[in-house]
């Protein structure tokens, strides 16, 4: 798939089906996240892949939508803070946004194998620490259900280009 078409086409699932995701379908995800930009490649981060047969009813403590625990696969991508990099001029750590460029390559890798995905940030961070047994030096930032969509792309709606743009100045 060409990539312009890759992004106009995915969209967030709210609906899977069982089917188990293939172990190389998954490796190719966890290798697109790998391969990540991030802030002077500290790669400050950790993807955890929860299998959500068996868990179902830990993993809705951590988000209560039914559709989350119908994907056969649940990932969790956890900032490392002491790793990360801190512009110096101001002390701004870069990990939230190392962590989203790595989620986006991730889900679009999903899309372009035929899986679905949905970025949750509106998760219960104290249950995710729980029931992932996190340390407290690490950061549960976004969640996604993997697996084959069960629904289909409605129409995608977004602001023209042109209210998004600014050149040259504000």
Known sequence: MEYSELIANRYSVRAYRSDPVEDTKLRCVLEAASLAPTACNRQPFQIIVVHTQGHEDELRRIYHQPWFVQAPLILCAVGLPRESWVRSSDQRRYLDVDVAIVMDHLILEAANQGL???WI???NAKAAREVLCLPDEVEPLIFTPLGYPADSRGPKE???VETLVRYEHW
């Open 121 to 123: 940030a509106a998760f």
């Open 116 to 118: 679905g995905t949905c």
């Open 158 to 160: 977004r602001k023209p």
